[in-house]
């Protein structure tokens, strides 16, 4: 109850499972209802009219906000619906996010792989090949096409499509972009997700970039597509815009 300060919340008529939306407060100071909204929208092409007429209202006619301008005006014209669920949900704010994601989506799965190196939840494409020499898991994706040689470490990190990770080389807490390559010895780590919607006041980990003096906030490590890193590299915390070619150790940096 207390964390549905962080979200949206909503109070649908009668309390209802669907129906009209009646309230609609964004990230309220008190405690409102234990329903929030998860930022899933449907809207017809009504909307548009709707947006027009609340920008000629609003006396700067600058941005308007959808929770803040749009739902309240939709709810007072009983325009607004909801539809109640009560399965697992995450936030998924940047490309970090996805790993998270991919955590609940993998516990809802029935082909994972199996095998003496797999820990945990793991999937493997069946058009990925991995060495049986690398070690896999806990919350690890393999995309189609992948390459993974041996002695090779992956934990709680997705490798998307057609990727080549060559020998010996660690990644955790990543996400490598596809048609990437990345070289033997190479070290690959970001911070850990710290996603716990039940504990009061929490945070997603990757809802804003930086902190207030400017600094990057330590992340998930995120590869953009066509990256390629030379051998015996370490890359920490740091986002990696795509067609990038390192051939130097970063650590809490962006390249773009």
């Given amino acids: 109850m207390e964390s549905s300060k962080q979200y949206g919340n909503i109070f649908i008529r009668n309390n209802e499972e669907t129906g009209v939306v009646e309230h609609y407060v964004e990230k309220p100071e008190n405690c409102v209802t ?15 009219e709707v947006l027009k007429t609340i920008y000629k209202k609003t006396s700067s006619h600058g941005p308007i906000s959808l929770e803040r301008d749009v739902f309240p005006t939709l709810c007072a014209s009983e325009e607004l619906f909801g539809l109640l669920s009560t399965s697992p949900f995450v936030q998924i704010k940047s490309a970090a996010s996805a790993i998270s994601a991919s955590s609940l989506f993998l516990l809802g799965m029935n082909n994972l792989s199996t095998g003496e190196n797999i820990i945990g939840d793991v999937f493997i494409h069946p058009t990925a090949t991995v060495d049986a ?3 896999l898991g806990p919350n690890v994706t ?19 499509e057609d990727c080549h990770i060559k020998e010996h080389t660690l990644i955790m807490d990543s996400v490598i972009g596809w048609n990437s390559e990345i070289g033997k010895w190479c070290r690959i780590e970001g911070t850990p997700p710290a996603v716990n919607p039940d504990k009061p006041f929490a945070r997603l980990e990757s809802d804003r970039l930086f902190d207030s003096s400017g600094r990057l906030i330590p992340s998930s490590t ?3 597509k066509n990256t390629f890193l030379a051998d015996e590299l370490v890359v920490r915390n740091s986002i990696v815009m795509p067609a990038k070619k390192l051939n130097y150790n970063i650590s809490n940096q962006i390249v773009l």
């Fill in 34 to 48: 234990s329903t929030i909204s998860c930022g899933i929208y449907a809207f017809s092409t009504s909307i548009f």
């Fill in 222 to 224: 995120i590869l953009g």
């Fill in 142 to 160: 393999i995309g189609a096409g992948a390459v993974v040689e041996k002695g090779t470490r992956i934990k709680n990190s997705i490798v998307l």
């Fill in 133 to 135: 020499g690398a070690k």
